[in-house]
């Protein structure tokens, strides 16, 4: 198999059944070429990395009245621009993880300041992150409880870990899914943006990344509004890039008709195969075609 070179990626956010505003915010494309952000635009993206990374962000902003909905705005266009700015850091597997930490750190202050001013007082934002690079791996950040999955061979697995006291008692073993979800701290997370009183410390890492995965960023009004299962079940019948928007909407849409209680957003991108052939290659198989 070639290797993977393309993605297709789009996403979608819905205010839900209950809130008043959508507090939500989610950016997608490639570093200094076309992107979505909030608006899914007219079909979904296709992005070859050869030309540049790829990026895909979700923001759930916290604060409520206090303008969670600017603090997560703020976290979309500080980390895109600021990774834009870095993009020669993104070709080098030894600086990509702490270009993603300084963009993060410096969408972190950005927020923190405008939390300090009237009105905004005790505003944040969670973070989830993934920058996809040429050379196959899919690196990413996060700070909060909105989440990262992947999608691979029919099985989802959750890549980010929920920086909260449910997040962690489940990861550990000590809640089940059904537990985590009917506990009464479930809300509480002690990691954001634009949070004074925490040491700001999000996790990063890398995931190589294969032909046929997907990739979900989502808030926790998606995870809230569908078990791991019926992630799962709506992610298995995504194929082919004519797939990747029926399924952010069937993931959305479902969501919202199960709970809705929050905002809810999905952001997806699916690992296409193959990079064109290279001359080389080109002309060994024209000469085995007899051409």
Known sequence: MPNPAALCLDGLTDIGNRRQNNEDAWWAG??????????????????????????LIVSDGVGGANAGEVASQMAIGQI???????????????????????????????????????????????????CFA??????????????????????????????SPVGRMRQGGKLTE???????????????????????????GAEPFHAGDVFLLCSDGLSD???????????GRLH????V?????????????????????AVLALIETGPPATPATTGRWRRWLGL
């Open 240 to 243: 082919t890039a004519d797939d």
């Open 178 to 204: 059904a537990e985590a979800r009917s506990h009464p701290l479930r809300n509480q997370i002690d990691q954001s943006l634009g949070d004074p009183n925490a040491v700001f410390a999000p996790d990063t």
């Open 30 to 55: 490639q570093l200094g070429g076309a992107s979505h952000s909030m608006e899914s635009g007219p079909a979904p993206l296709q992005v070859r990395l050869a030309e540049a990374a790829a990026l």
């Open 80 to 130: 895109s621009a600021e990774l834009t700015r870095q993009a020669g850091a993104l070709h080098d597997r030894a600086t990509i993880l702490p270009a993603i930490k300084t963009a993060m750190d410096a969408a972190n202050r950005a927020i923190t300041l405008k939390a300090a001013e009237p009105g905004f007082d005790g505003m944040g934002a969670t973070l989830s992150l993934v």
């Open 134 to 163: 040429h050379d196959a791996h899919a690196y990413w950040g996060q700070a909060g409880d909105s989440r990262i999955y992947l999608f691979r061979r029919g099985r989802l697995r959750q890549i980010s870990h929920d920086h």
């Open 245 to 265: 928007r029926p399924t952010v909407t069937a993931l959305v849409t479902q969501a919202k008709s199960s709970s809705g209680r929050d905002n809810i957003t």
């Open 225 to 235: 509004g569908l078990w791991d299962h019926e992630i799962e079940a709506v992610l």
